[in-house]
């Protein structure tokens, strides 16, 4: 099993959950995050104030799959997100051990 995270932009989240549907995976978890690294600073305006925001939103996706699937899983995340400026979008895949579900208590595959 692989845990696989991703920061993409939260524009493209509805366009991964479609995608990752028509390949089988059917659950993620979608968090809201800031983020601060390589991107330029993007200057807004706040109540008429110009500012640079020292952090982006971004999305962060989280799936877990089996390790057959973490290929297909990566390609379409890849796909799918613009990665067209540094610090645009970022993959982090992890080996999992083992994963439980609370309520039935089945493990593994079984649980994902």
Known sequence: MKKIEATIQPEEVEELKGGLT???I????????KSYGR???T??????MRYEAPFLTE???EIVVTDEMADKAVALIRETTEADE???SRI?????EDIMR?????KSVAAA
Request: net charge positive; aromatic share 6%; hydrophobic share 35%.
């Open 102 to 106: 609370l309520r039935t208590e089945k």
């Open 26 to 33: 059917k659950g993620m978890t979608v968090m809201e995050v």
């Open 59 to 61: 999305a962060k996706v």
């Open 22 to 24: 028509k390949i089988g």
């Open 86 to 88: 540094p610090g645009d």
């Open 43 to 48: 200057p807004e305006i706040y109540r008429g």
């Open 39 to 41: 991107q330029d600073k």
């Open 92 to 96: 982090f895949i992890s080996p999992l």
